[in-house]
């Protein structure tokens, strides 16, 4: 989870079973949540935020591999709307 703004939190998670995840914007006042983009992914990790304000995500897209193959994704507009 990452803080958007002071109402707004980002939110990174598998979506079931499989490679699929998700990620959310969700206002917290009004209860709302906009999908913002769903990723073949074996894992999610951590989201967090760039000196520049952009929003970075740690994922594992390892296949059938047994060992992590970690990469970041830059979510580009993800902490200003």
């Known amino acids: ?14 979506a ?4 699929r995840a998700t990620i959310y ?4 006042t009004t209860r709302v949540s906009d999908l913002i983009a769903e990723l073949t992914l074996n894992d999610t ?7 520049n304000g952009q929003a970075i995500l740690l994922a594992d897209i390892r296949g059938n591999e047994r060992t992590a ?13």
Not at 45 to 51: N, Q
């Open 69 to 81: 193959h970690p990469i970041l994704i830059q979510l580009t507009g993800a902490l200003s709307a």
């Open 1 to 14: 989870m990452l803080t958007a703004s002071g109402d707004t939190i980002i939110t990174a998670s598998r």
């Open 25 to 28: 914007r969700t206002y917290l």
């Open 16 to 19: 079931g079973n499989g490679i």
């Open 45 to 51: 990790g951590t989201l967090a935020a760039t000196k």
